[in-house]
């Protein structure tokens, strides 16, 4: 017989002695709610309460994670439904074979890690998944999917979920956040957040249809730069009238500098022509960027920023599949010089808060931890992406937390789309948190009770106060 597929102790230390100091902070926060203060989920599947498809739907085609690695190892992402609806049962069928078929590809990942504690934990399976037992496991999984306990509302009170936020077109009428916070059925608070990357994003072919659009949604005129403004700000308002507590950035750079005079109106004016030219756009974008941090001041919503991603690095994949199918790569990005007009302007403002992310790992020592170390609006962001692993989250841990302290983290961040891989998200973090504190009190650099009390204000009480909850 082999391994099961959870063991009680995973990603807990080694040694005996520091293991056991592990597991006694582990169980003081296993249990605690879920805060999740940034993800992808659709609020209209919390709405609608539909069932799941079936268990392709659910672990293999919303989940970039995983059809990256199967498509890397020459699993086609069509064979996947990659960019489809619902399959027929057939293809769908056949799209968990794959994945069974070919568990290996995953090992030594966290995604591994992962779908194991979602087959184990919410669908009670204990046999590792292969070609062998792949139909059996569908077939238990589907069963388990057709009834009212493993419905999204249901699983979402399961979950332990206090709060989720979503991501939101600034155009976006909300109405399903409207109709969620009005159901008292549902106890988890689920907010919108603000992402507006596109529409500062004046180089964009489209740009000048997404400002009317933007127009639109406001019912403001955005002929001029000042209407322009003008509109992000109310709909920034009308976000918070729903509930957001943070506006989401990610472009290619940090930089964020103002432009001077009347150099925002020209550019505006050329970019809605079509006349603008490349230095011209990057320009107007990190002024933008500049007044999102002056948005933020002013509305309270937390500025979050995660850049430096090559997005779609594939083009015929995103051709033939979309946007968000696994081929987004990181590239080296910088902070210190990007972001000083903006933290020479804002950065001792009170109330602003900034959370810096990072998918290049050398940053996180050599300049978000020092920024977070000074400037009272400045927080670390965890490790996601490809750094949401157990290997990077640990030199994480160790780098960041000796330069700017626990007391200057986010708290932990499951960016993900694939509903049922957020507890498991959240475990994985908790339990190497604990490790990490563990060995600090190992090393009787702090004690055992002081490292429980910092474990339980990373998950309980660190993300309500860095997303002002």
């Known amino acids: 017989m082999g391994e099961p597929l959870l063991h009680p102790d995973r990603l807990l230390p080694a040694q005996p002695e520091v293991r056991a100091i592990a597991r006694r902070l582990y169980d003081e926060v296993r249990h605690l709610p879920i805060i999740s203060p940034h993800g992808h989920v659709d609020p209209r599947m919390l ?18 994670y995983v059809t990256r690695l199967l498509h890397a190892g020459g699993v086609t992402l069509d064979r996947l439904g990659v960019g489809e609806g619902p399959l027929p ?41 292969d070609a062998n037992n792949a139909d059996a ?54 907010a919108p957040t603000f992402r507006p990357d596109k529409y500062l994003e004046a180089g964009r072919t489209d740009w000048p249809d997404l400002v009317k659009t933007l127009g639109e949604a406001a019912d403001v005129d955005v002929s001029t730069y000042g209407g322009y403004v003008a509109a992000l700000r109310q709909r920034r308002r009308h976000f918070v009238e729903h509930g957001a507590v943070s506006a989401d950035h990610s472009h290619a750079d940090a930089y964020a500098e103002p432009l001077g005079g009347r150099e925002p109106e020209r ?12 230095a011209e756009t990057v320009a107007f974008r990190r ?42 790569i990181p590239v080296a990005v910088e902070f210190t ?18 959370v810096l992310f990072t998918v290049d790992a050398d940053v996180f020592s050599r300049e978000i931890a020092p920024l977070a170390g000074f400037y009272p609006s400045v927080y670390a962001g965890a490790p996601w992406w490809f750094l949401d692993n157990p290997s990077a989250i640990r030199e994480f841990q160790r780098s960041v937390t000796e330069i700017a302290g626990f007391a200057r983290l986010s708290g932990f961040i499951d960016d993900t789309r694939a509903f049922c891989s957020i507890p498991a998200r959240h475990d994985m973090s908790r339990r190497l948190d604990a490790g990490h504190l563990a060995q600090l009190v190992a090393e009787h650099r702090l004690g055992e009770d002081e490292a429980a009390g910092t474990l339980r204000t990373l998950v309980a009480e660190q993300p309500k106060r860095v997303f002002k909850l």
Do not use: K
């Open 47 to 64: 709405l609608d309460d539909p069932p799941f498809p079936d268990p392709a739907a659910l672990f293999i085609q919303p989940d970039h």
């Open 89 to 129: 049962a057939d293809r769908a069928r056949a799209a968990w074979r794959l994945l069974c078929e070919n568990w290996h590809l995953l090992r030594g990942t966290p995604v591994r890690y992962w779908l194991d504690a979602e087959l184990g934990d919410i669908f009670g399976i204990t046999s590792r998944p």
């Open 137 to 190: 496991l569908y077939d238990r999984i589907a069963e388990q999917l057709a009834a009212p306990s493993h419905r999204p509302r249901a699983l979402l009170e399961r979950f332990g979920i206090e709060f989720l936020a979503t991501t939101d077109d600034p155009a976006d009428d909300l109405s399903p956040h409207a109709a969620l916070a009005a159901d008292p059925a549902i106890r988890t608070r689920v």
């Open 267 to 278: 550019i505006f004016r050329r970019a809605l022509a079509g006349q603008a030219t490349s």
């Open 337 to 354: 010089r990007a972001l000083q007009p903006l933290l020479a302007a804002f950065g001792t403002e009170p109330g602003f808060h900034l």
């Open 287 to 328: 002024h933008m960027l500049f007044q999102m941090a002056r948005m933020s001041v002013e509305d309270g919503l937390v500025m979050t920023l995660h850049p430096g991603i090559y997005r779609n690095h594939h083009p015929e994949t995103l051709h033939r599949y979309g946007p968000d199918t696994g081929h987004d």
